[in-house]
Structure formats: structure tokens, C-alpha cells
């Protein structure tokens, strides 16, 4: 047993060394080590040889024939035209050279010799060209071309000169650069055949070979360069996502905004790119009839991923433009409808907060309004909120906040929280569960508290007075309420009276009736869309992404702006009410926010079954705590919410 | 069995024998001109020994089907098949190649040394002992011979297929021409 133990570890001792040794050998083949310069050798004596058109090749000790040949003029006008053949061919000290020559071209060093010789070069523009090269190859020393061949782990799987004719480099602009460009299917289809068999017959393709459109997408551009990677690796995915968007910049913007995109934009490929829907190598016009997009082939292709797709998916838009009236009008309209709403509610409260503040604030200075007496605190508080409520209350502010902060990372998936906040979360799969499960719980709790709040109605259903003192449905007093609120916070007339509840309690209270109509509803359709398809024609997924995250947008700013103000950040208030958290309310804070209910439930000789005792100091504690903590993570959200919008594109 | 396997493996060997002493019987017709084992002691009678075999083998085709111009090897060496050609390059090429240094003035090597490092260097090495896979090496060469080659390649009359070659020695200065032969000549490495 041990010495089998013995063995083993020997072996893995001896595979490391060879595993190394393997590595380095791979490393010189990317020339890391710099070979030392050999005495230059005139060009003209190499091209005798190489420059000769009427003997291009030669034979090699295996029997094959090998090109020689290199047109000295185009070696002249290439940004290497001025270096000696053997600057690069280093293995070349004298002439004649040995049979076969050794490929030990040292591009990787000789660029970064030369880009740090021109380090101090007091003119940055010399250098430019050369930190770019330099950062390329540090690229390259990444990508998977680097890396060993699994045949033959001597050499990498291609090295500069495999796809750089190094005779024949122009500069940026030039024409050996449209050449080069022209070439580059030819070039990777060298070691890829299948893709470039496929790529040839895309409309890329056919646009290169036949029109020699030079704009046309080439292998490059969407595989980049120098930073190649593996095909199947995530960041290869991203980074050929990214690249079509470089050229099809409006199918990208409508891409990014779908969910699809949003995902993709955190860094995740778990959902369709472009090239899942589109056809990679093999991309072709939407009316071609092999086109993976084609009307009759999209069905398919949806059930890539979405097994159970219908017809339906057809109606789906996955750019659909919000923007674009002729094409998408009704999600022209759906996004003007939101955004007006937004603005309406948003600009009416921002207003209403700053005119409440400023009416305070102008009081407070004066000597009047409710100022809580420090030196003699209430002993008597009024029970305003029964357990039931209080419980109702802290599941709702928690799930909606875990609705916020899973759904505005896709919404604002460009920035850098919401990729950091997705990590933390374990990637968008985890994501998706968290929002849903908040989801869950939000819609339970509504439901819920539909329930209770129908029971308790139908118990008093003979003496409750639907539009009262004590009901949640708006009344005209409401209207003059809010009429004589204006009138108060301009200094026109004395604060107004009310009831048990107010104007904006009831505004907070009936705003998730809307919210939880809207975004549950499109939430449902997002969340089993193959079942939605079954009944609902696929253009609905267009809108419900679009009135769900709009409508929790404006459920995020105003709860975090507005409703704070109103409930903890007004001065009266200020750092914060515990009530929802205690279910009590100070008696003089009572009287002055709801005097109406104070003086009716005096007169009824009701009051004294809503008093109770002040909260203990330990209760006390554990409400401000929550609170806080809940009032903290609000502003977050809303900060990160402001952050997303502000820098949207 | 063993006494048929060694009896069939002597057979061989005796074979084998046979046909290298009928090279070396066909090698020493050679010897009258180019010394035994190809060193020359002829001034313009080139040694051959050591040079490579596909040099020795390509010339004398070329002589042999009427490619290359010459006023006496190319009615010899049509006595030859072509295997016993590829024989006698291939019994040649195994020879040691031995310089034969001959003296000249210093003037006339500074001369011939710049004159080869411009035009013969780059195929056969600065001394012409380090040459291109398929070019002699001529260090030691006897230098007449290496003149009177460098004249015909400089003369459109004479046939000499190795285009290289031809524009090399074309690209001379006729003063030069001698003064490279010698240099090389000189040459013991």
C-alpha cells in the first residue's frame, strides 16, 4: 500500500516536471526570451535567394516543396520594410543559412524592446502604435492561440506569423490593412475549414469573397484579434456578442434591453445571444430561407431553449424598439403611457415633499408646529397598528426590497453594482430564484392582507362607513385635504385636520393595488412564458418587460424618496417613526397628525381602548434598529437606482 | 536452417562487395584527371572529393543530356548510365574533401576577400568551406579551374544552367574574377 502510495506520488511528481518542462518549451515557441540580435545582414543579400520570382520554392528534406519567395517591393512599403531580414529570422548569424530554418521570429520581445526604447520619447504619438501592438500580443499571450497544441505540445496553436503576413503589415489606413482585412476568413480558415466553409455561404461571407466589402464582418471582428478564446467559455460568448453589436449598433441597444440582453450585459450566457438566434459562422439574411431567423425557422430555433415554445413566440420581438413608433406602436405607446405616469406621480410628490419641507422648516423657525418636548417624553401611546399589520408591513418592505435589488440588476445591468450585486448572489440563476421567491412572498402578503382586511369589513359590514373616518377609500375630504395641505405649505391657511387616515397614507396604501396588478401580472407572463404563449399572443412579452420594470421603477423611487419623507424624514418625524414597527404612536404626535380620530374617539369614550403603554426600551431598541436598517437599505436602492438611470444609455 | 541463413546472408554480403568494387573500378577512371579520391593535383583540374552528392550527381547530368556546357566531361560522362552517375556522385561524396591551399599576395586576397563577400559569400560561405546545401564547397579549389569556371559562367555562349551562379559571376568585375579564384584557393579552411 505504501509503496503503491509512493508510486503514485512519484508519478505526479515526474508528470509535473514534464508538465513544466512542456510549458517552457511552449514559452520559447512564443518567443518569452528574447534571442539575442545577430549582426545584421544586408537584405539584399537575403532577397538573392528570396526575392527570385523564378524560383519561389524549395524542397525540403521531407520532400515538400516550400514558397521562399517574398516581393521585395511589398516588403519595402510594410511598416517592417527598413529591418533586416535577420532582425527577425535571428537563427540567421551568417550566410548561407542552415536547412531548414528555424521559425524563431521574436516579434513578442523585438515590439516591446522597441515600444520601451521610445519610453521616455518625450512625443507619446511615436509610441502609440507600439503600445497597441504590445498590448495585443500581451492579448495574445492570453487567448487560446497561444496555448499548446494538443497534437504537438511543442508549438502553440498559432503563433504571429501564422496569421500575420509580416512582409506585408501597412499602416493603419493602408492598403496592405484592406488586404490583410480581405484575407482574414482565408487566413483563420487555414487550421478552421468548417467555419470558414460556413462563413463563406453567410451574407458576411458572400460579402467579403464577392463584393470585397471591406466593411463586412471578418473573423476578427467578432472573435477579435489577439484576446481569442475558447469558443465555449463564457467570456468568448460575451466578447462575440459584444462585437456584433460593434457594427449593429441599434440591434444591440434593443438587444441589451431585452432580457436576454440583461443577462448577457451582467457577464451570463445562460441566455440566448445573438449568434444562438442569428446562426454564428453561418448568419444569413432574415429572408433567406436557411436563415436560422427566417419566418419559417424561428419557431425552431426558439425551441433551442424554449422547449415548449407556441406559435405565439412568432409575435415575440426580440429587438423590439420602445422607441420606434411605426414598427413597435404599441409598445411606442405602453412606454409613453409609463414614462408619463412616472413623471405625473413622481413630479407631483417631489413637489408636495419640498413644499412640505420648506413649510417645516419655515415653522420651525418661527416657534410653531408639533416639536416633540425631549424633556418630557409621552408615558401615553395610541395604538395605531395590531401585530397582524405591524408583521404584514415588515415582509412587505423586505421582499419588495429584495424585488428591488434582484430586478433593477438586469434593468441596469451596464453597471458595475449590479454586476458586483449578481456575484454576490451566485449569478443570475440565483438571481432569478431570489426575485421570485421575493415575488412570492409579496404577492402572498397582499393576498393576505386582502383577505384580512375583506373579513374585518364584512364583520362591521352594518355600521362600516365605506367612505369614513376609518376607510381606506378616498372621499372628498381627501381632496380637501390635499387642497388645504397647498394652502398650508404656502402659508395661506392653517395645517389641515385628519382623520385616521390621510390623504397620503391612502395614496401609499392603494399604489400596490396598481403595482402588484401591473408587475405581478407582467411578472407572471415573464416567469413561464411558454404557458403565457399558450394563451397570449407574444407581443405581451414585450410590453410586460417593459411595464414591469417601468412601473418598479417608479415603485423604488417613490417609496424610497417620497414615502420615507412622508413617514420619517418630514422634521416632525425626523430620523425616522417607528410606529409600523411598535403599532404605537406617541399621544401628542397622535393629536397633531390625526386630530379628527383623537377628538371623535374622545367624544365616543373609545379613546381609552386604544392606549397603551409606552413601547419598553428594549422593544423600543429593536424597532429603531429594524427601521434603520430598513431606512439605510432604501436609500441604498434608491441611490443605486439614480446611479442606474443617470447612467443609462 | 542456420547453415541456409548464413549461406543466404554471405551471398549478400559477397553481392554487396561486388558492386562497391565495380564503383571503385569505375571511380579510378576519374582518378587519371581528379586524383585519387577526387583531390586534384591538376592546376585547373578541379578536386571532387567531399563535394556534395546531388552537386556531383545534377552536373553530370547536365552534362550527360547536352544542359551544360563543357569541352571534355560532357562526351565522358555519356559513356555513363545514370546509375552508375548516381553511383560515382554517391562514392565521390563520401570522399574527404581536401584543400589544396595555394599562396597568393596579400593585395590579391584583400581583393578577392571583398570581391567574394559581395557576390559568392552569401552561397558559399566567406572562406568556401561553409557552403549552402547544394553548392560545393571550393575552399582549397584549385584556383585556374575555379577562374576558368567563372569565365564561362560569364560567357553567354557556354551553357550553365545555375541561374544564381551565372548572375553572381555576371555581377563581377572582370579584375575581380581572378582575384576571387584566388582568394578561394587559398583557403586551406
Known amino acids: 500500500m505504501a509503496r503503491n502510495a509512493w508510486r503514485l506520488l512519484t508519478g505526479l511528481w515526474a508528470a ?144 504571429c506569423h501564422d496569421c500575420h503576413d509580416a512582409h506585408n503589415i501597412g499602416k493603419p489606413g493602408e492598403l496592405q490593412r484592406k488586404e490583410h482585412r480581405l484575407k482574414n476568413p482565408e487566413v483563420c480558415g487555414r487550421c478552421h475549414e468548417k467555419q470558414k466553409k460556413d462563413y463563406l455561404a453567410s451574407t458576411h461571407g458572400k460579402a467579403i469573397v464577392d463584393k470585397k466589402d471591406e466593411k463586412s464582418a471578418v473573423c476578427s471582428d467578432c472573435h477579435t484579434t489577439h484576446s481569442i478564446g475558447s469558443p465555449k467559455g463564457d467570456p468568448a460568448k460575451l466578447a462575440i456578442t459584444q462585437n456584433c453589436g460593434s457594427c449593429h449598433d441599434n440591434a444591440r441597444k434593443t438587444y441589451l434591453a431585452s432580457y436576454h440582453g440583461q443577462v448577457n450585459r451582467l457577464g451570463y450566457t445562460n441566455t440566448a445571444k445573438c449568434f444562438d438566434c442569428h446562426g454564428g459562422h453561418d448568419v444569413k439574411d432574415a429572408k433567406d430561407p436557411t436563415s436560422a431567423v427566417h419566418v419559417n425557422n424561428r419557431l425552431e430555433n426558439c425551441k433551442n431553449c424554449h422547449k415548449e415554445a407556441t406559435d405565439s413566440f412568432l409575435q415575440f420581438q426580440p429587438h423590439g424598439d420602445p422607441d420606434n413608433k411605426e414598427k413597435y406602436p404599441w409598445l411606442y405607446v405602453a412606454k409613453r403611457f409609463m414614462q408619463a405616469l412616472i413623471f405625473a406621480v413622481m413630479a407631483f410628490f417631489w413637489v408636495h415633499v419640498l413644499l412640505w419641507l420648506f413649510r417645516e422648516v419655515m415653522d420651525r423657525i418661527q416657534g410653531k408646529g408639533f416639536i416633540e418636548d425631549l424633556n418630557q417624553p409621552d408615558v401615553v401611546f395610541f395604538r395605531r397598528f395590531p401585530p397582524v399589520w405591524r408583521w404584514i408591513h ?86 380637501s385635504d390635499l387642497r388645504d395641505m397647498f394652502k398650508w405649505f404656502l402659508g395661506r391657511g392653517p395645517r389641515p385636520q385628519f382623520c385616521h387616515w390621510t390623504y397620503w397614507q391612502k395614496f401609499d396604501y392603494w399604489a400596490p393595488f396598481w403595482g402588484a396588478a401591473v408587475i405581478g401580472s407582467s411578472g407572471i407572463m415573464l416567469f413561464a412564458p411558454e404557458k403565457t404563449a399558450a394563451i397570449l399572443p407574444g407581443w405581451v412579452f414585450n410590453v410586460a418587460t417593459l411595464v414591469h420594470a417601468e412601473e418598479a421603477l417608479l415603485a423604488a423611487i417613490f417609496l424610497n424618496s417620497v414615502h420615507f419623507f412622508n413617514v420619517h424624514f418630514r422634521p416632525e418625524r425626523f430620523p425616522m417613526s417607528t ?70 444609455n | 536452417m542456420t547453415k541456409n541463413l548464413l549461406a ?75 546509375d552508375e552517375i548516381d553511383a560515382l556522385a554517391a562514392y565521390f561524396a563520401k570522399q574527404r574533401w581536401v584543400p589544396s591551399p595555394q599562396p597568393a599576395a596579400a593585395d590579391l586576397l584583400a581583393k578577392g576577400r571583398s570581391a567574394v563577400s559581395e557576390n559568392c559569400e552569401d552561397c558559399h560561405g566567406i572562406t568556401g568551406s561553409d557552403p549552402d546545401v547544394d553548392a560545393p564547397r571550393i575552399n582549397g579549389q584549385w584556383a585556374k579551374y575555379m577562374e576558368l569556371e567563372l569565365l564561362k559562367y560569364r560567357d553567354g555562349k557556354f551553357k550553365m544552367p545555375h541561374r544564381k551562379m551565372k548572375k553572381s559571376a555576371q555581377d563581377m568585375k572582370s579584375a575581380d574574377v581572378p582575384a576571387a579564384a584566388r582568394y578561394f584557393g587559398a583557403q586551406d579552411k
Open chain 1, 16 to 159: 509535473g516536471l514534464l508538465h513544466s518542462a512542456a510549458a517552457a518549451t511552449v514559452a520559447a515557441g512564443v518567443d518569452a526570451v528574447a534571442p539575442p540580435t545577430p549582426p545584421a545582414i544586408a537584405n539584399h543579400r537575403c532577397l538573392r535567394c528570396h526575392a527570385d520570382p523564378l524560383d519561389k520554392e524549395v524542397v525540403q528534406p521531407d520532400g515538400s516543396r516550400k514558397n521562399i519567395y517574398m516581393d521585395p517591393q511589398v516588403f519595402e512599403h510594410s511598416v517592417h520594410g527598413k529591418v533586416a531580414c535577420n532582425g527577425c529570422h535571428s537563427d540567421v548569424t551568417k550566410l548561407p543559412h542552415k536547412k531548414p530554418l528555424a521559425r524563431s521570429i521574436g516579434c513578442i520581445e523585438c515590439h516591446r524592446q522597441q515600444r520601451d526604447r521610445l519610453k521616455d520619447n518625450p512625443d507619446p504619438r511615436k509610441r502609440e502604435r507600439l503600445d497597441v501592438v504590445v498590448q495585443q500580443t500581451d492579448n495574445y499571450l492570453h487567448s487560446a492561440h497561444a496555448r499548446p497544441n494538443p497534437k504537438d505540445q511543442s508549438r502553440v496553436n498559432a503563433a
Open chain 1, 394 to 479: 415588515f415582509l412587505f418592505a423586505i421582499s419588495t426590497m429584495a424585488l428591488i435589488l434582484t430586478g433593477t440588476t438586469l434593468l441596469f445591468s451596464h453597471t458595475g453594482w449590479a454586476k458586483a450585486v449578481v456575484v454576490f448572489l451566485g449569478g443570475t440563476r440565483m438571481e432569478g430564484i431570489v426575485h421570485r421567491s421575493a415575488a412570492v412572498i409579496w404577492l402572498s402578503i397582499f393576498l393576505f392582507h386582502l383577505l384580512i382586511a375583506i373579513t374585518s369589513i364584512w364583520k362591521k359590514r352594518k355600521t362600516f362607513e365605506w367612505f369614513g373616518g376609518t376607510s381606506m377609500l378616498p372621499n372628498w375630504k381627501d381632496l
Open chain 1, 579 to 648: 410606529t409600523i414597527f411598535t403599532g404605537a404612536i406617541p399621544m401628542e404626535e397622535f393629536k397633531h397628525d390625526h386630530r379628527m380620530e383623537y377628538e371623535r374617539l374622545l367624544a365616543s369614550g373609545e379613546l381609552d381602548k386604544h392606549l397603551v403603554r409606552r413601547p419598553s426600551r428594549r422593544f423600543d431598541l429593536v424597532a429603531s434598529f429594524i427601521t434603520s436598517v430598513l431606512i439605510i437599505a432604501g436609500l441604498t436602492l434608491l441611490t443605486l437606482v439614480l446611479y442606474g438611470i443617470g447612467t443609462a
Open chain 2, 8 to 82: 543466404l546472408a554471405l551471398l549478400g554480403l559477397s553481392a554487396a562487395a561486388a558492386a562497391r568494387d565495380d564503383i571503385e573500378v569505375l571511380a579510378r577512371t576519374c582518378n587519371g584527371c581528379h586524383g585519387v579520391g577526387g583531390v586534384s593535383v591538376g592546376l585547373s583540374m578541379p578536386s571532387i572529393g567531399g563535394l556534395p552528392q546531388k552537386y556531383l550527381k545534377n552536373i553530370m547530368k547536365q552534362w550527360k543530356y547536352d544542359e551544360r556546357s563543357a569541352i571534355t566531361m560532357n562526351r565522358i560522362v555519356k559513356g555513363l548510365s545514370d
